[in-house]
């Protein structure tokens, strides 16, 4: 056997070990998930002595095997309290340990992208620098991680000081599967440190793919922890596999799999990778604006850009399915989301409105910057006062409302229910073509981006850009045609008319993309991507859009939390804490203010502590780091 | 801002105080005019920097829960210093102007939140005792108005709610909007006719329906008047759908309305009965009985499914932690008030977490602050309000937010009057009251 060959058994057998030790725990798990399996055989034996009782959700019967949700009382034992509001420490301790957890997970997937194109690339000197951009971008992630673990241990000791009786109820729910939760930690962690560290003697041949393969083990890891912790939130919001004194019936995949947490699923894995893509982007953009030398310039610049690009690229469909959810919540409990969209809560849909516009305009802004360090991109720069138009345009529609909770001294001010000149315009279906407007605007920038140093040489190209800019024209005139017809028809008829816009937003989206990197195959170079040549402002817009993002996040993240009103477990288990009201838009949006600003300032910290180690670094580690040779045009 | 200052150089003196050693140091110590120069102008810029992060710090911690909208005013200072101090020190330029850009970002979105309205979301609706049945139809209905939208005479104003939460689906009045849910004007006269006779509702015959559910429970039946046809789409709002109002892609067989009687709005049948009462008397017609749509209730929740009445149910909502009957002293150790504050003549109360409770020599100068913004004009009502919105009126250097707002749902109306007697007359340096 020759020793190439012997290398491939024994990685594969390495590999295999892997992925059986990682599946141990949770084969060892399993008997616990029976719970509600075994349960029916017991209940024959034992049918006089057991209870039942009816799912509050799935509406099944099942046996009571679990106490009642405690009816808690504000005191000492149910609420311990040091001489502040426990709930602004938990909504603290709880956001950094979100932003850490989404960074630490999104990261290794952006990783595994980004090093499977290395892979695949043909070009060698590409393959390299896609390689040490995601080495890059794990070491990144490798100082986060342990303060996640950090932050989640703070959190845990938070909830067990100041909220004992509701987490003492939440753990003897999820009790089946805690343990587990725990064990797939110890894997993620295992795993993304065997990674990390097996980089350099993996870096060859078939290696490779063995690690490669590592890194889909490790998100598929750290997916499936976050579906847990997702789970939580779930039932806290709709609550199922519990009757309605908010006792456990048995069946752990009811408790796991309530009526919210797929749509909670996508939103965060959508969320996590637009946040990890803009945290990177802003790293990136420090560096860029740090550097001392034109070749880290170049490395950093196009770093930005490919973070720039993975993050948008998830930004993008997380509107559609933000609006999923919000369909779901309606579903569940319309008052819940009349709370949400119409009532108590609604002001904050309007500074989410806002904050959707900020990203997609400094997104904007940044393509248009880019442009600057591509020679041949003039022609399309003429043309950007006319995006900004339309952008503005789409952008006003989408942050005007149409009903508001008011006073009756609002109400008499204003005249009526609905502003006399606004109250005309901010109909739902006029705001999902601001949106869409939005969107369609930005895959165009970036098709412009795309195509901007390059002239098509396929014979069909003048076809094809005839085609391009028709199928352009009509997504617009079929979005606002759509808009200003919903001001014609019935409001529950007017709701249906999202789906044919986002609909076209998405057609843009996919087909044009494709036309695009079809048309552009081959194409003549008008001249090279100087990068590292774009403006200092494009930095900051990076940075815009991270900042806002954080942001963003955190103001969804309260709005989630808060819809429960009262409630701890909605409708069955109540919050009789001193503070089971819901704080003004001004103080959350000052506390989502503290809790970004915390977050930045403790990320620069470990950005700051990398380059530290990065200085100590040999000076030979960093050859392979792409300088400001020319770089193919296939790059971006 | 006078204020600010001095609290800022009282808490950063010991910055501003190394600044002013580098700045004599840089004097002594640097013999090239140009370098002396640039290293002065750069302290005093760091001095003006450190200020501006002082007085930030001193303002955010002032204002924490007080005046929110002021908050982001302290971002706007930071990002002015870090812009400052980039400007002269280059070496840690790039990551200055990155702080000073995130704060200006934050500063504007917490601006922007506190510019808007601000609405607070109360504390769960306070519960009552009351006794409906024996009430005149007009109280009934009064009582019905409060739970629908939250006081007598809200009918009309757009956003009033109460417990039942009604408004937030459904209109009341002509012309008003309603999308998601029936508009309710005219359903006396409406229940009784059009819906008992729409052969969709199946009056009679439950297992001709197709609904989610065909009957509130086993045997229940469908509805024989209006009054029941109320009752029940109260109880069981899937046993009949108003065509173009069920639940999305169920083709209108499912309702998205949750029974009333359940959480969360978890209304009893004497409630039920007052909101019913609404309904008829606001259109001018002579109201059923109480008697009559207490059974209407009846026929379509079960026994065991019926919500308690207020007197029976238990629970820390409704539980009152001293009722008057107590003597004062007694009532202020079950409300815990001992615990924080030191009270003159009470046995054990000698906390500090609040202030001292010579409420006869504060509450007059209280009320004269220029800081209080409460609306007693007496020591009695200064401590009322104390007591039950403690949040108006913070007295310095404690903390907002650490006395429970939940006083005035947990004490009752005798026990809270005690509380206000006896602290209206504890006086500094005079002898405490006697205690009753």
């Known amino acids: 056997m020759g020793?190439?060959?012997?290398?491939?058994?024994?990685?594969?057998?390495?590999l295999c070990a892997m992925v059986g030790l990682l599946l141990f725990p949770v084969i060892v798990s399993l008997p616990s998930l029976a719970i509600g399996a075994d349960a029916p055989d017991a209940a024959k034996k034992e049918e006089a002595k057991v209870e039942k009782g009816r799912d509050v959700y799935y509406k099944t019967e099942g046996i009571v095997v679990g106490a009642p949700a405690p009816k808690t009382v504000d005191g000492p034992k149910d609420y311990p309290r040091y001489n502040f509001e426990s709930r602004v420490l938990l909504w603290f301790a709880n956001q950094q340990h979100l932003y850490y957890g989404s960074f630490v997970l999104a990261v290794p997937i952006f990783c595994m992208v980004v090093e499977f194109m290395g892979v695949v690339t043909k070009d060698k000197a590409l393959a390299k620098r896609y390689d040490q951009l995601a080495y890059d971008f794990i070491k990144i992630s490798l100082t986060a991680y342990s303060l996640t673990a950090v932050l989640g241990g703070i959190l845990i000791f938070t909830f067990l000081t100041l909220y004992p009786a509701f987490f003492g109820y939440l753990s003897s729910i999820f009790r089946p599967v805690m343990h587990i939760y725990a064990l797939m930690f110890v894997a993620e962690s295992a795993t993304l440190y065997i990674y990390y560290y097996g980089w350099d003697k993996m870096k060859e041949g078939f290696l490779k793919w063995i690690h490669l393969s590592m890194s889909v083990i490790l998100n598929i890891i750290g997916t499936l922890l976050m579906f847990l912790a997702n789970s939580w939130i779930g039932f806290m919001m709709s609550p199922a596999g519990v009757d309605e004194q908010g006792r456990f019936l048995g069946n752990i995949w009811h408790v796991l799999h309530t009526a919210l947490w797929n749509p909670l699923n996508l939103h965060r894995i959508l969320g996590n990778m637009a946040f990890g893509g803009g945290v990177v982007a802003a790293y990136a953009a420090y560096k860029f604006l740090a550097s001392k030398t034109d070749e880290d310039r170049a490395h950093y610049d196009w770093m930005g850009y490919i973070a720039m690009a993975l993050g948008v690229a998830f930004l993008i469909p997380l509107p559609f399915a933000g609006y999923w959810l919000m369909r779901e919540v309606y579903a569940y409990r319309q008052q819940m989301g009349i709370t949400l969209m119409g009532g108590l809560l609604a002001w904050l849909f309007i500074i989410q409105a806002t904050m959707i516009g900020i990203l997609f305009l400094s997104t904007n802004y940044y393509l248009w910057q880019a442009m600057g360090r591509m020679r041949g991109a003039e022609k399309y720069q003429r043309y950007i006062k006319y995006l900004v138009f339309i952008l503005a345009c789409g952008y006003l529609v989408f942050i005007t409302p149409h009903t508001m909770v008011m006073t009756p001294a609002e109400l008499k001010a204003m005249g009526g229910q609905q502003h006399p000149v606004l109250g005309n315009y901010g109909v739902m279906s006029a705001k999902n073509g601001g949106i869409n407007v939005i969107i369609t605007t930005t895959v165009l920038s970036f098709v412009w981006y795309m195509r901007g140093n390059k002239v098509s040489t396929v014979s069909w190209a003048k076809f094809g850009n005839i085609f391009m800019g028709v199928f352009f024209a009509c997504a617009y005139v079929n979005i606002v045609g759509l808009a200003i017809y919903g001001y014609y028809i019935p409001a529950n008829v007017r709701v249906g008319l999202s789906v044919p816009q986002v609909a076209t937003t998405l057609s843009s989206l996919?087909?044009?993309?494709?036309?695009?990197?079809?048309?552009?195959?081959?194409?003549?170079?008008?001249?090279?991507i100087e990068w590292g040549k774009i403006s200092a402002r494009s930095q900051y817009a990076l940075i815009m859009l991270a900042t806002a993002f954080t942001w963003m996040m955190g103001l969804m993240g309260y709005i989630r939390s808060s819809v429960r009103l009262f409630w701890h477990v909605n409708e069955i288990m109540r919050d009789n804490s001193p503070w089971a009201y819901t704080h003004t838009v001004g103080f959350a949006a000052n506390m989502i203010s503290f809790n970004v600003l915390f977050f930045w300032i403790s990320i620069l910290f470990v950005f700051w502590l990398g380059s530290l180690a990065a200085k100590k670094a040999p000076a030979g580690e960093k050859a392979g780091v792409p300088g400001s040779a020319p770089q193919p045009a296939g790059s971006h | 801002m006078g204020d600010l200052i001095n609290q800022a150089l009282e808490m950063g003196w010991p910055a501003f105080a190394l600044l002013a050693g580098l700045l004599v140091y840089f004097q002594v110590s640097i013999s090239d005019p140009v370098a002396k120069k640039r290293a002065t102008l750069r302290t005093i810029i760091g001095m003006g920097a450190t200020l501006l992060l002082f007085i930030a710090i001193v303002n955010y911690k002032e204002n924490f829960y007080g005046e929110n909208r002021?908050?982001?005013?302290?971002?706007?200072?930071?990002?002015?210093?870090?812009?400052m101090v980039a400007v002269y020190f280059p070496n840690l330029g790039a990551l200055l102007k990155i702080g000073g850009l995130m704060f200006f970002v934050a500063a504007f979105l917490s601006g922007y939140g506190n510019w808007l309205p601000q609405v607070e979301g109360g504390f769960p609706p306070k519960e009552e005792k009351l006794e409906y049945s024996g009430m005149t139809a007009q109280q009934l209905a009064d009582e019905g108005e409060k739970i629908i939208f939250g006081g007598v005479g809200k009918n009309k104003e757009q956003?009033?709610?109460?417990?039942?939460?009604?408004?937030?689906?459904?209109?009341?009045?002509?012309?008003m909007l309603g999308e998601r849910a029936p508009n309710l004007q005219g359903l006396p006269e409406r229940a009784g006719k059009e819906r008992l006779e729409d052969p969709k509702y199946s009056k009679g015959k439950p297992a001709g329906r197709d609904y989610a559910q065909k009957e509130a429970f086993p045997g229940s039946g469908t509805a024989e008047n209006a009054i029941e046809y109320i009752a029940e789409s109260h109880s069981c709002p899937n046993c009949y759908v108003v065509a173009g109002y069920g639940v999305k892609g169920t083709n209108d067989k499912e309702s998205p309305m949750p029974a009333i009687h359940k959480p969360p709005i978890s209304l009893s049948i004497d409630e039920l009965v007052a909101v019913d009462t609404w309904l008829f008397v606001r259109e001018g017609r002579d109201a059923p009985s109480f008697e009559e749509i207490s059974k209407a209730y009846e026929k379509f929740i079960p026994e065991a499914d019926r919500p308690?009445?207020?007197e029976e149910k238990s629970g820390p909502p409704s539980a009152l932690m001293a009722d008057g009957t107590e003597p004062v002293d007694q009532i202020l150790a079950k409300a815990q008030c001992v615990s924080c504050h030191t009270i003159p003549g009470i046995p054990g109360a000698n906390g500090t977490i609040g202030p001292k409770l010579v409420e006869g020599t504060n509450a007059p100068n209280r009320i004269k602050d220029k800081d209080y913004k409460g609306t007693a004009k007496s020591t009695s009502d200064y401590i009322m309000e104390s007591i039950v919105s403690p949040s108006t009126y913070v007295v310095k250097p404690f903390p907002d937010n650490t006395m429970p707002k939940v006083f005035g749902q947990k004490l009752s109306a005798g026990a809270l009057k005690k509380i206000v007697d006896y602290l209206s007359q504890v006086y500094e340096g005079k002898e405490p009251p006697k205690i009753s």
């Open chain 1, 510 to 528: 996919f087909f044009m993309f494709a036309l695009n990197s079809v048309m552009m195959k081959g194409a003549k170079q008008t001249g090279a």
């Open chain 2, 308 to 310: 308690k009445k207020q």
């Open chain 1, 3 to 14: 020793l190439v060959t012997r290398k491939k058994v024994f990685s594969i057998m390495a």
């Open chain 2, 70 to 83: 002021l908050l982001p005013v302290s971002l706007v200072m930071v990002t002015a210093a870090s812009f």
């Open chain 2, 159 to 175: 956003g009033a709610i109460g417990k039942g939460q009604c408004p937030l689906c459904h209109a009341f009045h002509a012309g």
